[in-house]
């Protein structure tokens, strides 16, 4: 169950105390008291996650005693533009996540304000979930899984048109903000030089033709046919239960964007380069099959092989990520992959920014 409840947004970890969860939990359960609240752990990263234990006074009311609670509260990473991203994804969880057949965390509160939104989700670590960490990947039956999920999300909104929920941008506008700070030519040139990033291509260090292509794209997919997009689909952000199947953990970046976005977005992540080219074309066949079967539109080939290409740029954007924001182990990984998906594709030449 979520929440549209009045209690203040936390900005700062020392916030989340038991009469704040009290207030937060207690608006869609009347005399419900949280007694006291001991954090386990937290995970920094471009979100916060602190795993805490709830002990309450009275009836839980359902609620069970270990929760996620998951938000902004590092100003570091805030300081990147994303405010956007945790306003985003309390909103998710509380208008969206509940009518979407697709997997995702329960949450049983969420709230969101401007620059910030705060989600207690369920802690997957007690149905034995496993986590992606980036580094390693999963391999070719957990890449069908994850597009299977992704053409599901698909062909249920296929067509969304802008305004359905106004909080959902057209684009990653969290990402198109962190951009401007991140493409910026006094950081972009560090960033793309640090040792996490390998050796690109001379083109894609310039920083005029990069800003250039990304303007390109972003003007092509606001033209486009949309569908709900995860947003940010890479392989670090799945799950999958012991025995089950992939999914995603965090939302903070749905939006309204084409298919293409997060399928090429996704693969370049999902596999070692030498496996996603020799897998790529059947798997975004068994995408396409999937979508169909699911209520989607019959995509040619043609066509999917043009907008997986065009798209694959999307995956520049583990370049400029500071270290801050992710751990150098998986910018490292994540850029290795990435630049080889871009390279190969040629995402530039579909977008008419000759190199």
Not at 9 to 36: H, I, K, M
Not at 150 to 175: I, N, S
Not at 247 to 267: E, F, I, K, N, R
Request: proline share 5%.
């Amino acid at each position: 169950m979520t929440s549209t409840s009045a209690a203040p947004l936390a900005r700062d970890v020392s916030e989340l105390t038991a009469e704040w969860a009290t207030q937060a939990l207690s608006a869609d359960r009347p005399g419900l008291t949280v007694s006291a609240l001991e954090v386990d752990r937290i995970i920094w990263g471009s979100a916060t996650k602190v795993f805490a234990r709830l002990t309450f006074a009275g009836d839980p009311q359902g609620l069970p005693e270990r929760v996620c609670i998951k938000g902004g509260f590092d100003e570091r990473s805030r300081a990147f533009g994303l405010g956007s991203a945790y306003e985003l994804e309390g909103a998710f969880f509380r208008d969206l996540a509940p009518v979407l057949t697709v997997e995702h965390p329960k949450a049983f509160y969420a709230a969101s304000e401007a620059d910030q939104g705060i989600v207690i989700m369920e802690d997957l670590t007690l149905r034995g979930a496993e986590f992606c960490d980036g580094v390693t990947v999963w391999g070719i039956d957990a890449a069908a899984q994850t597009l299977e999920l992704l053409a599901k999300l698909h062909a249920e909104t296929w067509g969304t048109k802008p305004g359905r929920f106004d909080w959902m941008p057209v684009g990653v506008q969290a990402a198109r903000q962190a951009f401007q700070v991140m493409l910026s030519p006094e950081m972009f040139g560090p960033l793309v030089a640090r040792d996490e990033v390998p050796e690109l291509p001379a083109h894609m260090q310039d920083g005029d033709f990069v800003r250039a292509a990304f303007a390109a794209l972003w003007q092509y997919d606001d033209a486009s046919t949309h569908t709900i997009n995860h947003g940010d689909a890479h392989t670090g952000q799945l799950y999958r239960i012991l025995g089950g199947r992939t999914a995603y953990l965090d939302w903070q970046t749905a939006c309204l964007a084409p298919w293409a976005h997060d399928v090429a977005y996704y693969l370049g992540s999902a596999l070692e380069p030498h496996d996603r080219r020799t897998h790529e074309r059947d798997l975004l066949a068994h995408y396409r099959d999937v979508l169909a079967a699911a209520g989607g539109p019959t995509l040619t080939d043609d066509e999917m092989w043009q907008e997986y290409r065009r798209h694959s740029l999307h995956g520049f954007f583990w370049m400029c990520v500071p270290t801050v924001m992710q751990p150098a182990e998986v910018v490292a990984a994540m850029t290795r992959r990435y630049a080889a998906q871009i390279e190969d594709l040629d995402p530039f030449e579909l977008l008419g920014i000759s190199h």
